[in-house]
C-alpha cells in the first residue's frame, strides 16, 4: 500500500514540476462572509449582487441572502467591495479563517463599517486540508504560561510531564508519542531538536508567544521530513504589531521569581525592532515529599533576543532574529552545595550549565502584479554548549547546526492550483561525552520537494506533497505526504491525511533522566555508519478528523473528533524493563500507536466558555523481550476547562484533568522495598486562575496550580541510598511537586 502511495506521488511531481516555479509557505483560502445594510426601523437586510474582487479576474457576487464565498492566495490581505449603495469599498482582511459579517449604513459609502465575530481561545478553520488548532494568546494568558512547556495546560491535544524528580525539566506528548516526535518550529522553521529537544522547551519564554499553531499527524514536505505526530509552531509577537512596552513578573510560592520585558522600536512604516529579555531565578529549596531530595532544581536563566522586520513597497520582506541562552540549574540532595563537584561531593547533586546561541533569517519577495507568486529563503544556525554532572555521571555536549530552506510558489493556469518548489539542506555536528565516551555525530542533509494544493471546489481540496532527501548516514529518503478535505455543509468539515517521517533518535538529550539513575548504559550497535551504531527511525502516520462549528441558544460551538494511526517501520527503543540497564536497540515493525479523541467548545452563556475532551492513546512497543503498552503513559485522559469574563473585566478560569493508570516499567527484581506497583493509580489535578484588567496598561492575575497537592510518592526509588544499585528517579508517573500557589502582573503601553 506504502510503495504504490509513494509512486503515485512521485508520478504526480514528475507530471507537474515542469510547469511551475518555487513557492513561499502560503495556502490557498477561501474567503466566505455576508454583506448587509442598514433599513427602517433600525433592521438589516442582505446588499444582494455586491460585487467581492481582488482583480479583474478574480470576483465573485453576493446572493439573494448577501452570502459570498470566494478563492483567494492567502498572501492577500483584502478584498473589494462594489455596489451602487457602497460605490467601492476595500476591506482588510485581519483573520481570514473567520466568516466575514460586514454591515454597511444605506446609502452610505465606505465609512462606519461594523465586523462583528465571537472568537474562541483555540480556533480551527473549515477551509483547509490540513486541521490545525490555532492557540491565540487569550488561550496562552488562560494559565501563568512561563514557557512553551507549559503553554499547553489548558491543550487536551498535547500531555505535559516531568522527566524525572530531579533536573525539574518538562517534556510533552503528542497522539501518545513523546515530544522529539512533534516537529517544533518557530515561525515554520526548525526551533527545538538535537541537544535541546528536551530543555529547549523551556527557552522561549510564554510572554514571547503571540500564538501557537498545533497539528497532528505528517504535515507539509515542505517542513522537512521529520514530523511524524504533528507540528507545533510558535509565533513571536511581532514588532510591527505590538504595543511598545509590555513587561510581565511572576513569583510563586515555590521560589520562582521571573521578569520578561518586551519592546518595540518603529523606526519607520517599513522597518521596525523588537527587543526580548527574560531573567528567571528558582531561588527557594523545597521537599514537599520529603524524602530529602530538592523538588526543583535551584538555578538561574537569563535570555535576550532581538529581532528586524522589514517589509518594503515593492513587495519585498527581511527578517533577523538572534538569540542567546544561558541556564544554569543545580539540584539533588537537600545538603548538596552547587560550588562542590558532584561526583566527587558525598551529597549526590546535580549540576547542569547550558550556554546556547540562535540565529535566523527570512528574505522574500511578493509579486505585486502577481500576487500569487512569491519566492522565499530561510536561513538558521544554532551553537549549543553543555557541561553536566548527575552524581557520579558526567554529561557534556556540544552541537552547531546550519539550516537553509529555498521555497517558490506559483499558480497553474488558475488560483485553484497552487504548487509550491523547493529545495533545503541542513547541517548538524554533535559531540557528547558520556562519562569517558565520546559519541560524534555528523549529520549533512540535501534535499528537493514539491507541494501541489488543488481546489475541486469550495467542498473538496487536497495538498498532496513529495520530498526526496539524501542523508549522508541513512542514503535516500523519500516522504510522499497527502491532506484531503471534504465539507458537505460550510459548517462541517471531514479531513484525512497519510504520509511518511523518518527521524535520527538523539538518545541522550531524549532520554536525559537516565542521568538521574544509577542503570547501566548498553547500546546495541547494528549499523556502524549510523548515529550511535544505530539505524534511522521510519515511520507511516495516517488520520481522519472532522470538525463541525454549530449554534445552540444562540451561542456558538465547536466539535472536533480525531483518530490516527502510527506505524513504525524502523524504531530506536529505549528499554528501561531491566531494572539496572538502560538498553537502546532497533527493532523493526510492530510498534504502533492508536490516538483517538474528541472535545467540543462551547459558550454556554456569554463569555462563559467551557471545554469538555476524552483522549485514549494506545501505544505498543515491541520489546525484545515482548510487545508491551509504552511505559508512564496513560490510556484514558479525561479533560475539562471554565472560562468566564465579567463585564467589569474580572477573568476566571478553571483546568481539571483526570488520568487513567499508567503502567510502569518492572521493578520485580529490585529488593521488596525498592519495588513499584505494575501500574500507577489514576489521579486528579486541579488548576485555576483568576485575572482582573484595570486598563487597557495593566493586568492583575493570582493562580494555583495542582491545587489537590496530589503528588507522586515515592518520586525517587531508594532516595535513601543515591549511590546504590537501584537509585532512580527517572520512573515519574505523576506530579512531582505540590500545590503551587502564584501572583503576578502584565502591563504594556
Same mark, same amino acid.
Request: glycine share 6%; with cysteine.
Given at each position: 500500500?506504502?510503495?504504490?502511495?509513494?509512486?503515485?506521488?512521485?508520478?504526480?511531481?514528475?507530471?507537474?514540476?515542469?510547469?511551475?516555479?518555487?513557492?513561499?509557505?502560503?495556502?490557498?483560502?477561501?474567503?466566505?462572509?455576508?454583506?448587509?445594510?442598514?433599513?427602517?426601523?433600525?433592521?438589516?437586510?442582505?446588499?444582494?449582487?455586491?460585487?467581492?474582487?481582488?482583480?479583474?479576474?478574480?470576483?465573485?457576487?453576493?446572493?439573494?441572502?448577501?452570502?459570498?464565498?470566494?478563492?483567494?492566495?492567502?498572501?492577500?490581505?483584502?478584498?473589494?467591495?462594489?455596489?451602487?449603495?457602497?460605490?467601492?469599498?476595500?476591506?482588510?482582511?485581519?483573520?481570514?479563517?473567520?466568516?466575514?459579517?460586514?454591515?454597511?449604513?444605506?446609502?452610505?459609502?465606505?465609512?462606519?463599517?461594523?465586523?462583528?465575530?465571537?472568537?474562541?481561545?483555540?480556533?480551527?478553520?473549515?477551509?483547509? @486540508?490540513?486541521?490545525?488548532?490555532?492557540?491565540?494568546?487569550?488561550?496562552?494568558?488562560?494559565?501563568?504560561?512561563?514557557?512553551?512547556?507549559?503553554?499547553?495546560?489548558?491543550?487536551?491535544?498535547?500531555?505535559?510531564?516531568?522527566?524525572?524528580?530531579?533536573?525539574?525539566?518538562?517534556?510533552?506528548?503528542?497522539?501518545?508519542?513523546?515530544?522529539?516526535?512533534?516537529?517544533?518550529?518557530?515561525?515554520?522553521?526548525?526551533?527545538?531538536?538535537?541537544?535541546?529537544?528536551?530543555?529547549?522547551?523551556?527557552?522561549?519564554?510564554?510572554?514571547?508567544?503571540?500564538?501557537?499553531?498545533?497539528? +497532528?499527524?505528517?504535515?507539509?514536505?515542505?517542513?522537512?521530513?521529520?514530523?511524524?505526530?504533528?507540528?507545533?509552531?510558535?509565533?513571536?509577537?511581532?514588532?510591527?504589531?505590538?504595543?511598545?512596552?509590555?513587561?510581565?513578573?511572576?513569583?510563586?510560592?515555590?521560589?520562582?521569581?521571573?521578569?520578561?520585558?518586551?519592546?518595540?522600536?518603529?523606526?519607520?512604516?517599513?522597518?521596525?525592532?523588537?527587543?526580548?529579555?527574560?531573567?528567571?531565578?528558582?531561588?527557594?529549596?523545597?521537599?514537599?515529599?520529603?524524602?530529602?531530595?530538592?523538588?526543583?532544581?535551584?538555578?538561574?536563566?537569563?535570555?535576550?533576543?532581538?529581532?528586524?522586520?522589514?517589509?518594503?513597497?515593492?513587495? +519585498?520582506?527581511?527578517?533577523?532574529?538572534?538569540?542567546?541562552?544561558?541556564?544554569?540549574?543545580?539540584?539533588?540532595?537537600?545538603?548538596?552545595?552547587?560550588?562542590?563537584?558532584?561526583?566527587?561531593?558525598?551529597?549526590?547533586?546535580?549540576?547542569?550549565?547550558?550556554?546556547?546561541?540562535?540565529?535566523?533569517?527570512?528574505?522574500?519577495?511578493?509579486?505585486?502584479?502577481?500576487?500569487?507568486?512569491?519566492?522565499?529563503?530561510?536561513?538558521?544556525?544554532?551553537?549549543?554548549?553543555?557541561?553536566?554532572?548527575?552524581?557520579?555521571? $558526567?554529561?557534556?555536549?556540544?552541537?552547531?547546526?546550519?539550516?537553509?530552506?529555498?521555497?517558490?510558489?506559483?499558480?497553474?493556469?488558475?488560483?485553484?492550483?497552487?504548487?509550491?518548489?523547493?529545495?533545503?539542506?541542513?547541517?548538524?555536528?554533535?559531540?557528547?561525552?558520556?562519562?569517558?565516551?565520546?559519541? @560524534?555525530?555528523?549529520?549533512?542533509?540535501?534535499?528537493?520537494?514539491?507541494?501541489?494544493?488543488?481546489?475541486?471546489?469550495?467542498?473538496?481540496?487536497?495538498?498532496?506533497?513529495?520530498?526526496?532527501?539524501?542523508?549522508?548516514?541513512?542514503?535516500?529518503?523519500? $516522504?510522499?505526504?497527502?491532506?484531503?478535505?471534504?465539507?458537505?455543509?460550510?459548517?462541517?468539515?471531514?479531513?484525512?491525511?497519510?504520509?511518511?517521517?523518518?527521524?535520527?533518535?538523539?538518545?541522550?538529550?531524549?532520554?536525559?533522566?537516565?542521568?538521574?539513575?544509577?542503570?547501566?548504559?548498553?547500546?546495541?550497535?547494528?549499523?556502524? %555508519?549510523?548515529?550511535?551504531?544505530?539505524?534511522?527511525?521510519?515511520?507511516?502516520?495516517?488520520?481522519?478528523?472532522?470538525?463541525?462549528?454549530?449554534?445552540?441558544?444562540?451561542?456558538?460551538?465547536?466539535?472536533?473528533?480525531?483518530?490516527?494511526?502510527?506505524?513504525?517501520?524502523?524504531?530506536?527503543?529505549?528499554?528501561?524493563?531491566?531494572?539496572?540497564?538502560? &538498553?537502546?536497540?532497533?527493532?523493526?515493525?510492530?510498534?504502533?500507536? %492508536?490516538?483517538?479523541?474528541?472535545?467540543?467548545?462551547?459558550?454556554?452563556?456569554?463569555?462563559?466558555?467551557?471545554?469538555?475532551?476524552?483522549?485514549?492513546?494506545?501505544?505498543?512497543?515491541?520489546?525484545?523481550?515482548?510487545?508491551?503498552?509504552?511505559?508512564?503513559?496513560?490510556?484514558?485522559?479525561?479533560?475539562? $476547562?471554565?472560562?468566564? $469574563?465579567?463585564?467589569?473585566?474580572?477573568?476566571?478560569?478553571?483546568?481539571?484533568?483526570?488520568?487513567?493508570?499508567?503502567?510502569? @516499567?518492572?521493578?520485580?527484581?529490585?529488593?521488596?522495598?525498592?519495588?513499584?506497583?505494575?501500574?500507577?493509580?489514576?489521579?486528579?489535578?486541579?488548576?485555576?486562575?483568576?485575572?482582573?484588567?484595570?486598563?487597557?496598561?495593566?493586568?492583575?492575575?493570582?493562580?494555583?496550580?495542582?491545587?489537590?497537592?496530589?503528588?507522586? &510518592?515515592?518520586?525517587?526509588?531508594?532516595?535513601?541510598?543515591?549511590?546504590?544499585?537501584?537509585?532512580?528517579?527517572?520512573?515519574?508517573?505523576?506530579?512531582?511537586?505540590?500545590?503551587?500557589?502564584?501572583?503576578?502582573?502584565?502591563?504594556?503601553?
Amino acid at each position: 500500500m506504502s510503495k504504490v502511495f509513494k509512486n503515485t506521488l512521485f508520478f504526480l511531481f514528475i507530471l507537474l514540476s515542469h510547469k511551475v516555479i518555487f513557492a513561499q509557505q502560503t495556502n490557498f483560502i477561501l474567503i466566505k462572509g455576508t454583506i448587509l445594510e442598514k433599513a427602517k426601523n433600525n433592521t438589516e437586510e442582505p446588499l444582494r449582487y455586491a460585487k467581492i474582487s481582488i482583480d479583474k479576474t478574480t470576483y465573485t457576487y453576493t446572493d439573494l441572502d448577501g452570502k459570498f464565498s470566494l478563492s483567494i492566495p492567502d498572501t492577500i490581505q483584502y478584498i473589494i467591495v462594489e455596489h451602487q449603495h457602497v460605490q467601492r469599498d476595500t476591506i482588510q482582511l485581519a483573520d481570514k479563517t473567520k466568516e466575514l459579517q460586514i454591515v454597511y449604513p444605506l446609502y452610505v459609502k465606505m465609512k462606519d463599517i461594523t465586523i462583528r465575530e465571537r472568537k474562541f481561545s483555540t480556533e480551527i478553520s473549515l477551509l483547509t @486540508p490540513q486541521k490545525v488548532e490555532n492557540i491565540n494568546e487569550r488561550e496562552l494568558l488562560r494559565a501563568a504560561c512561563c514557557n512553551l512547556s507549559e503553554s499547553f495546560e489548558t491543550t487536551p491535544s498535547v500531555d505535559v510531564s516531568f522527566t524525572d524528580a530531579i533536573t525539574g525539566y518538562k517534556q510533552i506528548q503528542l497522539l501518545g508519542l513523546a515530544g522529539p516526535y512533534a516537529l517544533i518550529t518557530r515561525e515554520n522553521m526548525p526551533d527545538i531538536k538535537g541537544l535541546g529537544v528536551v530543555t529547549g522547551l523551556s527557552f522561549t519564554p510564554g510572554q514571547w508567544i503571540e500564538s501557537i499553531q498545533l497539528s +497532528k499527524g505528517t504535515g507539509s514536505v515542505v517542513n522537512g521530513f521529520e514530523g511524524l505526530a504533528g507540528q507545533i509552531n510558535v509565533e513571536w509577537r511581532k514588532p510591527s504589531e505590538h504595543n511598545n512596552w509590555n513587561l510581565n513578573i511572576y513569583q510563586s510560592a515555590q521560589g520562582r521569581s521571573e521578569l520578561n520585558v518586551y519592546k518595540t522600536i518603529k523606526l519607520n512604516n517599513e522597518l521596525s525592532t523588537g527587543l526580548f529579555f527574560h531573567a528567571k531565578s528558582n531561588w527557594k529549596k523545597m521537599d514537599q515529599n520529603n524524602d530529602l531530595f530538592m523538588d526543583s532544581p535551584l538555578g538561574n536563566t537569563w535570555i535576550a533576543a532581538n529581532r528586524w522586520m522589514y517589509f518594503g513597497k515593492k513587495g +519585498k520582506e527581511i527578517q533577523l532574529g538572534v538569540k542567546y541562552t544561558s541556564n544554569a540549574n543545580w539540584g539533588g540532595q537537600w545538603a548538596y552545595d552547587n560550588k562542590e563537584i558532584p561526583q566527587k561531593a558525598s551529597p549526590w547533586g546535580m549540576n547542569m550549565n547550558i550556554q546556547r546561541l540562535d540565529a535566523w533569517s527570512k528574505i522574500g519577495k511578493v509579486f505585486v502584479k502577481k500576487p500569487w507568486k512569491s519566492m522565499g529563503l530561510q536561513l538558521a544556525i544554532s551553537n549549543h554548549e553543555q557541561q553536566a554532572a548527575f552524581g557520579r555521571k $558526567t554529561y557534556n555536549a556540544s552541537e552547531q547546526t546550519a539550516y537553509a530552506n529555498y521555497i517558490f510558489q506559483t499558480i497553474v493556469k488558475h488560483t485553484g492550483n497552487v504548487l509550491k518548489l523547493g529545495s533545503s539542506f541542513s547541517y548538524t555536528q554533535r559531540n557528547e561525552k558520556v562519562n569517558a565516551v565520546l559519541y @560524534p555525530i555528523q549529520e549533512l542533509v540535501p534535499g528537493i520537494f514539491s507541494e501541489y494544493t488543488h481546489t475541486f471546489s469550495s467542498k473538496l481540496n487536497m495538498i498532496a506533497g513529495l520530498r526526496i532527501d539524501w542523508h549522508q548516514l541513512y542514503g535516500l529518503y523519500i $516522504t510522499p505526504r497527502l491532506h484531503v478535505r471534504y465539507a458537505p455543509k460550510e459548517s462541517f468539515a471531514l479531513r484525512a491525511s497519510i504520509g511518511k517521517s523518518y527521524r535520527t533518535a538523539s538518545i541522550f538529550a531524549e532520554n536525559i533522566g537516565y542521568f538521574s539513575t544509577n542503570r547501566n548504559l548498553q547500546i546495541e550497535s547494528v549499523y556502524a %555508519h549510523g548515529a550511535y551504531g544505530l539505524k534511522n527511525e521510519e515511520a507511516i502516520n495516517a488520520g481522519i478528523n472532522a470538525t463541525y462549528k454549530f449554534k445552540l441558544n444562540y451561542r456558538n460551538g465547536i466539535f472536533n473528533a480525531d483518530y490516527y494511526y502510527t506505524y513504525f517501520i524502523q524504531q530506536v527503543v529505549a528499554d528501561w524493563e531491566n531494572t539496572n540497564q538502560l &538498553r537502546f536497540y532497533n527493532i523493526a515493525k510492530n510498534s504502533n500507536a %492508536h490516538s483517538f479523541q474528541c472535545q467540543i467548545d462551547y459558550e454556554l452563556i456569554r463569555k462563559f466558555d467551557i471545554r469538555l475532551a476524552y483522549r485514549m492513546n494506545k501505544v505498543h512497543v515491541a520489546y525484545q523481550s515482548g510487545k508491551k503498552q509504552n511505559p508512564l503513559n496513560a490510556l484514558h485522559r479525561y479533560f475539562s $476547562t471554565l472560562s468566564y $469574563t465579567t463585564r467589569s473585566k474580572w477573568t476566571g478560569d478553571v483546568t481539571v484533568v483526570y488520568t487513567g493508570k499508567k503502567r510502569i @516499567p518492572s521493578t520485580s527484581s529490585n529488593p521488596i522495598a525498592y519495588q513499584l506497583p505494575s501500574y500507577s493509580p489514576s489521579f486528579l489535578t486541579l488548576n485555576a486562575q483568576i485575572g482582573k484588567t484595570f486598563s487597557k496598561q495593566l493586568e492583575f492575575y493570582l493562580g494555583a496550580e495542582n491545587i489537590t497537592n496530589y503528588m507522586q &510518592r515515592p518520586a525517587i526509588v531508594a532516595s535513601q541510598d543515591p549511590f546504590g544499585n537501584y537509585f532512580d528517579s527517572s520512573l515519574i508517573w505523576g506530579p512531582a511537586m505540590g500545590r503551587n500557589i502564584y501572583v503576578g502582573m502584565r502591563w504594556k503601553q
